[in-house]
């Protein structure tokens, strides 16, 4: 019997130390190869001669991760041969060892990592001028250790492209998370402040390992407690664990918060009392969060309060928060996302409210932008309004959470959507006139910069629901860090940090990513068809949908207009004329359906059925091929994963192996539902050589999905 336990132990001991449930993220720290000894074995200690909490934490970060990547300890020492050496630009030892003129080259969060040899010592040096650039620095070269991709002579300096880079959390008081498809919110707001959950020094953690450095707690859609003394005196519990990992704290604000909070008449942005409340809660805020962002506001947008309630502007609202966080150093993100019921195209609508208010927003207002016109459909056109405000602060708004890309079940690696709009010229100050450029103060020189996006972490083990889903977090890190970085480049970082570096998993698991967000538009919403999701969730095809009494805007009908001559929404200038706010020679190319790009055709125009594509076939039958395509490539994924199986710990194996067989099913749901759909009006056969339909139309129709446990 004894034999047999510890023949038990010995075979299962190993299986549950090496178990992987997702929980590290990419921040593994795997034991060198052979050939990667020798190189790790020059490093000897670590040394830093400042004293701070983050320091420690960056010092602490090396040495663990050391542990386990060589098998040793370098504790903290004095120089000598082979240190690390930790400091600011005022450090002794970096001055010692870094010339000043080497060192003016930073900004605030920008690090140096450099090989440095004095006498007959060697030494390598990761500084910063604020101490959060060298926790970036030490993680950047644990990045490079990770990814073997460290060097025998380090000379890097790296500068981040925006100021804030920020998760916007649409977190709500009861732990519920509107658009959170990985469980409850982290944020245990009925323990705080007392009881601290260990995960929020690791969210802050993971956050600091690929720059982002604020976050937004609550949902846009903000409820006013969020402002009272019992709530800020848990959001500042979070603040203080965040602030070494140089993580700032923002907050989403209800506009009406002095009328619901403060007993007022009203909340108007004119009235004295308003903002003279306004400035007492920022006053009180700032005394117990010193280092406090600012606010987050979604005003006068799908029923929220905001300035218009009382005629005035979002100029007006922006300014009153603005002046009242101004001493303080607060800025204000408004968001652009407005649209109201009316006969206006709802994608021209957002360009329409805010053109008109161009250079009146005070200067630590920064307008915030959803990254298409419409709202986070898997493509969408650039939003026109980029550019358009030339001497207005802008941000892009994208969405990491899938919303409208299969939630938590469907491998999409978002990194391609994100470059697409980054990438996209404007043509705003002539060809170059990216919004990357735009945002980052290129092109337009501001106060602020930023970059957001809406995150996808929830208290499940794995942060995201999704292993893969773990990689949109870390790609808009990176991009958000350096928007010149190619999709491809993340991916390789994050297989490698994350799996292994084995280049016959590597490679076709890379394949699989880049292709993904493409595979998902086939089989949901090809050739620039977009929000045909079921009401609601906005998870399933409802193409047919129509709420009896619901606001056209919120329906499908409203945007793929089929009818029995074609498909698509016309916006030339013969329709709604959204093409005439894109500067030329955009909103020509836009506007002639033989220039217009076709994976954006259905968006700009309504096509005949047998309108001839570039490719000979006619639209009806390319929507189908695109349609098969995309079933075709998730059961190709599904192969590959598959034959992956001797790369991967068994336990995120078979869970990415689950979430494929949901993805494949949920890709013939939409290819069924949409052809079969569409069918009834096109009268059109689909081309013999696709595999048939497997449902019937009005047994799709029927289907009722009870998402509650997703929000």
Not at 87 to 107: H, Y
Request: net charge neutral; proline share 5%; hydrophobic share 35%.
């Amino acid at each position: 019997m004894k034999y047999t336990v510890y023949l038990f132990l010995f075979l299962v001991l190993p299986l549950l130390l090496f178990a992987e449930d997702g929980s590290r993220l990419w921040l593994r720290y795997k034991p060198l190869t052979w050939m990667q000894k020798e190189k790790g074995n020059t490093f000897s200690s670590i040394v830093k001669d400042e004293k701070s909490a983050t320091l420690d934490i960056a010092s602490r970060e090396l040495s663990s991760a050391w542990k386990e990547i060589a098998g040793k300890d370098i504790s903290s020492a004095t120089l000598q041969d082979g240190s690390i050496v930790l400091g600011t630009t005022n450090s002794k030892n970096v001055r010692s060892l870094l010339t000043g003129k080497e060192l003016k080259d930073l900004t605030d969060d920008g690090f140096i990592i450099r090989s440095v040899k004095k006498g007959n010592r060697n030494y390598t040096v990761i500084t910063s001028a604020e101490e959060r650039g060298i926790l970036y620095g030490v993680f950047h070269f644990l990045r490079l250790i990770q990814t073997d991709s460290l060097s025998d002579n380090l000379n890097i300096v790296e500068n981040p492209k925006y100021k804030v880079r920020i998760l916007n959390h649409w977190d709500n008081l009861d732990r519920t998370v509107e658009r959170g498809y990985a469980g409850y919110s982290l944020w245990k707001w009925d323990e705080l402040p007392n009881t601290l959950s260990p995960r929020y020094e690791a969210y802050a953690r993971a956050n600091a390992s690929i720059g982002i450095n604020a976050t937004v707690l609550n949902n846009v859609n903000a409820t006013p407690e969020i402002l009272t003394g019992a709530y800020l005196a848990k959001v500042k519990a979070l603040a203080d664990v965040f602030r070494p990992y140089g993580l700032k704290v923002y907050l989403a604000v209800n506009f009406s918060s002095p009328k619901e909070l403060g007993g007022l008449s009203d909340s108007d942005p004119l009235n004295p009392a308003v903002n003279k409340w306004w400035n007492n809660k920022v006053k009180d805020i700032y005394k117990l969060i010193p280092d406090f962002g600012g606010f987050l506001v979604k005003a006068n947008s799908e029923g929220l309060p905001g300035p218009q309630d009382y005629g005035r502007t979002h100029a007006d609202g922006a300014n009153m928060l603005a002046d009242a966080l101004k001493p303080y150093g607060g800025i204000v993100m408004w968001r652009a996302f407005v649209y109201n019921p009316s006969n206006e195209d709802r994608a021209k609508q957002a360009y329409s409210e805010f053109t008109p208010l161009d250079g009146q927003f005070r200067d630590n207002v920064i307008i915030q932008i959803k990254n298409g016109p419409v709202d986070f459909q898997p493509r969408e056109p650039f939003s026109p309004l980029f550019g358009a405000l030339r001497d207005t602060q802008e941000m892009v708004e994208f969405q990491i959470t899938q919303e409208y890309l299969g939630f938590s079940n469907h491998l999409v690696y978002l990194s391609p959507m994100f470059k697409e709009t980054l990438d996209s010229d404007t043509y705003s100050d002539g060809e170059g006139s990216t919004i990357a450029k735009i945002t980052d103060g290129t092109l337009r020189s501001g106060k602020v910069t930023a970059i957001s996006a809406v995150a996808n972490i929830g208290e499940d083990t794995n942060w995201c629901g999704h292993h893969f889903a773990q990689a949109n977090w870390y790609a808009f890190g990176r991009l958000a860090w350096n928007h010149r970085l190619t999709s491809e480049q993340i991916a390789d970082e994050w297989i490698k940090m994350t799996f292994s570096n084995n280049k016959d998993f590597m490679n076709p698991v890379k394949d699989m990513m880049l292709s993904s967000r493409e595979t998902t538009v086939d089989y949901m919403m090809p050739l620039g068809l977009h929000h045909i999701f079921a009401f609601g969730h906005h998870y399933g095809p409802e193409p047919w949908g129509d709420v009896p009494g619901a606001r056209p805007d919120w329906m499908p009908w409203y945007y793929h207009n089929a009818d029995s001559t074609g498909l698509g929404f016309d916006r030339t200038t013969s329709g709604s004329n959204a093409v005439s706010q894109y500067f030329p020679p955009l909103n020509n190319i836009y506007n002639d359906i033989a220039l217009c790009p076709e994976n954006l055709l259905l968006w700009f125009h309504h096509v005949p059925w047998d309108y001839r594509m570039k490719n000979g076939k006619t639209l009806w039958d390319e929507l189908c091929y695109k349609y098969d395509s995309g079933v075709q490539q998730v059961r190709a994924y599904q192969k590959l994963w598959d034959r992956m199986e001797e790369y991967v710990d068994e336990q995120r194996f078979r869970e990415i192996q689950s979430k494929l067989r949901i993805q494949a099913r949920d890709a013939v749901w939409w290819k069924d539902a949409c052809l079969l759909y569409f069918q009834t009006f096109s009268k059109r056969q689909i081309p013999y050589d696709i595999e048939r339909p497997v449902h019937e139309l009005e047994d799709l129709k029927k289907i009722k999905l009870d998402m509650k446990h997703h929000n």
